[in-house]
């Protein structure tokens, strides 16, 4: 049988008519504090009656004015004793009474608790969140205020959260569970779920966090790496433009080295690294290291299944390298391989890496003696270079109309070597009417590029020069010797043969026009 509930009004009347016998706090149902009162009026009252001595009447008096001031702090404790209507249901004093409204809200919150069980089941934690925030606004319109129901649907919610790692949401939910716990006394038992399900919450955070610091790391750790990178790819490619094959090799090694810790395993920067170190290896002849290179950047790009643009250049570089060691066959045959893929890239037409590949092929054709096959590559790749020529003829034009942007004339240098090679082969035939043209064309290339100051244009103006002299030239076999010597002193002064070769030439011309000219003058005029 429940306690009937207790009025405001008439506990202030009791107060004001009864307090000094402590009636308000009987009626509010604090027994002790009510009994206390009682005996301070009784010793008080009672002392004063028996007064003995001056000091027997102070300690009655004292307790009068103790009871007195804390009858004057009970105008306070009423106060607060009628509104905590949760201290007087925590004892089972008074229950609160629910309104038809509030008791189908209630219905529904088990209803939606029952759910939210079967979501957490299934292990659906976005579904059982959802329901959760439901129970919990459901709990705060019904209880109006702190309440164990509400803390424990916190507790629910917040655990929720946990398992779909909304570690945030679900820090604030259990914090509120405990701290509403703690003011209307929940047990002990539930609040250590609330206190384990926050560790947990915690635990989550901070590994969050570790990962957050982590994935920080890695990125800065990545930046530095490819700064690195390019600058290493910057310093190699200076060195290759000043010559200083050693000092190349030693920026590529070190740039192989940081893609490999960047990619932190197979990937298409340490492919390209490895192509462009195998190749600096070769120009080295450092053939193992080379060819080891070219192996692992093909192997890798097997691996990566990148496409045949990919395997051109280390194929090229293993084609070349064993023309070098004399195995001609191999060669071939990677050399055939290199000009199918660079056709396939070019999609059929023109470009620099097909010209090339049949540049290298002829070459080895004419290494090997097999000068017919030989100039027939190079005739395949004349017809190619006509066509980049046309094609950048026309990006020229249009450039200078204001239609388009000019891309140059491609790979000089390749361009300007595969018609001196050409040319070369065609000397030896002494078919010196063909030859002439090709070098002329390469000089023009260079005098593009570079004004003519280049090794390719030192060859072709001592070829150019040897036709002269065979063709009873002299004096114009002389200005193209003069302009070798100067060539090679310019770009290649530590190359002494070349430089002693191009003098004789001077040497020899110079004697013979000396010797034509005093013979004429040795003649008698007529």
């Not at 002990?188 to 994935?215: C, F, H, P, V």
């Not at 290199?338 to 999609?347: C, F, H, Q, V, Y």
């Not at 002829?362 to 020529?389: I, W």
């Amino acid at each position: 049988m429940t306690a009937s509930p207790r009025r405001p009004g008439l506990a202030y009347l009791l107060l004001a008519v009864g307090g000094f016998l402590g009636a308000h706090r009987f009626y509010l149902r604090s027994y002790v504090g009510g009994a206390a009162q009682l005996a301070l009026l009784l010793f008080g009252v009672g002392g004063i009656g028996k007064v003995v001595g001056a000091v027997d009447v102070r300690i009655p008096r004292l307790a009068l004015a103790v009871l007195l001031v804390w009858l004057l702090f009970d105008i306070y404790w009423v106060h607060r004793r009628v509104r905590q209507g949760g201290g007087l249901r925590a004892s089972g004093s008074e229950p609160r009474r629910y309104d038809p409204a509030d008791l189908a809200d209630l219905a529904e919150a088990n209803r939606l608790q029952a759910q939210f069980v079967a979501a957490a089941e299934a292990q659906d934690w976005a579904r059982a969140v959802a329901i959760g925030e439901q129970i919990v606004a459901t709990a705060r319109r019904v209880f109006k205020g702190p309440h164990p129901n509400l803390s424990m649907s916190l507790c629910m919610l917040g655990q929720a959260c946990c398992q779909l790692k909304a570690f945030d949401k679900a820090k604030a939910a259990i914090e509120e569970s405990l701290a509403i716990g703690r003011k209307v006394g929940m047990s002990a038992e539930d609040m250590d779920i609330a206190r384990k399900a926050l560790s947990l919450t915690q635990a989550g955070i901070d590994e969050r966090e570790s990962a957050r610091l982590a994935r920080g790391a890695a990125s800065d750790r990545a930046a530095l790496l490819t700064n690195l990178l390019e600058d290493r790819e910057m310093r190699c490619h200076e060195a290759l433009a000043q010559g200083d094959l050693p000092r190349a090799e030693r920026f590529g090694a070190e740039a192989v080295a940081a893609s490999r810790e960047l990619c932190g395993g197979p990937g298409k920067a340490v492919v390209r690294q490895l192509a462009g170190y195998a190749e600096l290896c070769r120009r080295l002849q450092w053939n193992d290291k080379a060819e080891a290179s070219a192996h692992e950047a093909l192997a890798m790009i097997g691996q990566l299944g990148l496409d045949d643009g990919w395997r051109r250049g280390p194929t090229n570089t293993l084609a070349l390298l064993h023309a070098a060691a004399g195995r001609a066959d191999e060669a071939e045959a990677l050399y055939k391989k290199t000009i199918a893929m660079a056709i396939a890239e070019a999609k059929g037409g023109s470009s620099d890496s097909v010209l090339r590949a049949f540049n290298n092929l002829a070459f080895l054709y004419a290494e090997s003696g097999q000068e017919d096959k030989a100039e027939l590559c190079y005739a395949r790749a004349l017809v190619h270079l006509d066509k980049l020529d046309s094609a950048a003829s026309t990006a020229n034009e249009a450039a200078e109309a204001g239609t388009a942007s000019g891309d140059g004339d491609g790979d000089a240098e390749l361009h300007s070597h595969m018609l001196n090679n050409f040319a070369s082969l065609l000397m030896g035939r002494r078919d010196f009417a063909r030859a002439r043209p090709l070098y002329e064309r390469s000089l023009a290339i260079q005098q593009r590029s570079c004004r003519g100051i280049s090794i390719a244009a030192a060859n072709a103006h001592n070829d150019l020069g040897l036709i002269a002299q065979d063709e009873g030239d002299l004096r114009q076999a002389l200005m193209h010797f003069k302009r070798t010597l100067l060539l090679n002193q310019i770009c290649t002064p530590d190359h002494f043969k070349n430089i002693d070769s191009a003098q004789r030439n001077i040497d020899s011309v110079s004697m013979v026009l000396a010797a034509v000219a005093h013979a004429a003058r040795m003649e008698p005029s007529t």
